[in-house]
């Protein structure tokens, strides 16, 4: 179940806003005030609408929030409320529109009917007769302050053994701060040798996906419930207790492991150990390069897709490395969000294989180095131009014996001279 376009209307800070949605990966990117923030929370109500149907402690349908009107101030007088609509389609169901007219008003989802019967439908044959031949979707979003939220959670739930399969959906659009809690769902199942096979895919996503195929990182995971720890083995031979993994390779094990216990309570019954390679579904990541470095950001999007081949996700970041691993195709897309002349937009590039000299020029409007050492060799170059060779031999000299041979401009320099002054 994959989301294929999404319109805002009077949402948040969209008058009226309209997205399309590749199959695979959407990378959003764009400066800050494009209106990224929005558009997730937005696709998040659109995704939470799938719980609609389900009547589940597990289960939570989240609908428009005051905070999500359209707020305008013209002479210091606020506007009237207005209307809001999420209108969005699905793989499966078209046309699909929550609204709200007033902030007295509940979220309307009669236009959301079709969907509606259809998870009413499939919550009763949950809660009946499941023998776990459906497939059910995975929905997943993680924020900037994912691994660092100290919210608390319920831990007992998470010791037990054998979970519904409604625990798949267990907060997972407001999943910040799980780390902890899944590192100990892990021990809790090695201790008691009870659902081994969730063990199971867990190490087997996080080999897939983090391994020497993927990220490259990790080689292995130790379960020690004697030591209360789970350990990381490093490629690079170093094991590394779970509490002490740096900030980014814990976003990234917590993101593997997440979607891999999803998508096993989900649809293990099902898929066996293939659950995370046959499970479908939306996942979110807002700035998907966080406390990652670039040789990480480059891999990070194809190591996740190699786990969960079926997962569409949609992702921001800022990094070029990440913009350029991405290539735009019938299933992945890059989308450049800008705000010019009072309007919000929205448009499909190609960054596939760019340096990341070339994409901070081209799109983000900055310098790929300092202005000091760019105005430098602008005046070198231009002594050049004008055959001032001496005076810039001067310069070429001192800029050498300040940056030694890390501008690769200055070797081009001073080939010109050697050549012009023959």
Known sequence: MNITSITFNNFRCFGEYHLQFKPTVNLLFGVNGCGKTSILRGLKIAMSSFFSGFSDSNTRFIGISNDDFMSEVRDGVESLERQVNISYDLAEFKNMILSRTGKKNRTAISGIKPLRDYTHSLYHDLSTEDDGSIALPIFAAFSTEDIHSSRKLDRSIFCKYYQPRSFGYYECLQGDGFFDYWMHRLLILQEGQKSLSEIEVVLCAIREALGDR???????????PLQKAVYFHFIDGREIDSRNLSDGYKRLVNIVTDLSVRCYILNGKKYGMECCHETQGVVL???????????????????????????????SSHAPMVLSSVETND?????????????????????????????????????????EVEEKLKHLFTLIDEEKFAEAKSELGSMREKYSDTIPELSRAESMLLFLEK
């Not at 993927?214 to 020690?224: D, Y």
């Not at 190609?350 to 983000?364: C, F, K, Q, R």
């Open 331 to 371: 299933d992945n897309e890059v989308v450049h969000l800008q705000y010019q002349n009072g309007n919000y937009t929205a448009e499909s590039i190609v960054t596939y294989g760019m340096d990341a000299s070339t994409i901070l020029e081209t799109y983000m409007g900055k310098r790929s180095r300092v202005a």
């Open 285 to 315: 990541i807002d700035e998907v390069d966080l406390h990652l470095h670039p040789e990480l950001q480059s891999v990070v999007l194809q190591s996740l897709h190699r786990a969960f081949p079926k997962i569409q996700f949609i992702v």
């Open 214 to 224: 993927g990220c490259n990182i990790i080689r292995n995971v130790s379960i020690r």
